[in-house]
């Protein structure tokens, strides 16, 4: 059995945290909200359909639909998803997006 040795700077292991932290706090600065106005949805059960596949998708921190206004209304991470494939998932769903509005 053969024992191995590393030395590690502590120095190193500081830069590698900061640098973790830093994109870390980037990430959070492209965080954006979109609302997509859909046609009128006609059950309850589309509000749990859009919430949860929405809620699985990467990049995604917040789903919440309105029932009687017809609108998804979603806090993501722009560097990990585009409000274009937001719009697309929910299209597949089987939901048509009239309009999308980002901030």
Do not use: H, W
């Amino acid at each position: 059995m053969a024992i191995m040795e590393y030395s590690v700077d502590v120095k190193d292991i500081s830069r590698v945290a900061t640098r973790k932290f830093a994109i870390n706090l980037e990430e959070e600065k492209k965080m954006a909200k979109a609302v997509f106005q859909l046609e009128p949805l006609t059950c309850p059960s589309c509000i749990k359909k859009i919430e949860t596949t929405l809620t699985k998708t990467t990049g995604v921190d917040l789903v919440k639909v309105l029932f009687q206004s017809s609108k998804v209304k979603v806090d993501f991470n722009e560097a990990q998803l585009t409000p274009q494939q937001i719009e697309t998932t929910i299209t597949k769903l089987g939901y048509s997006v009239l309009s999308a509005k980002v901030s």
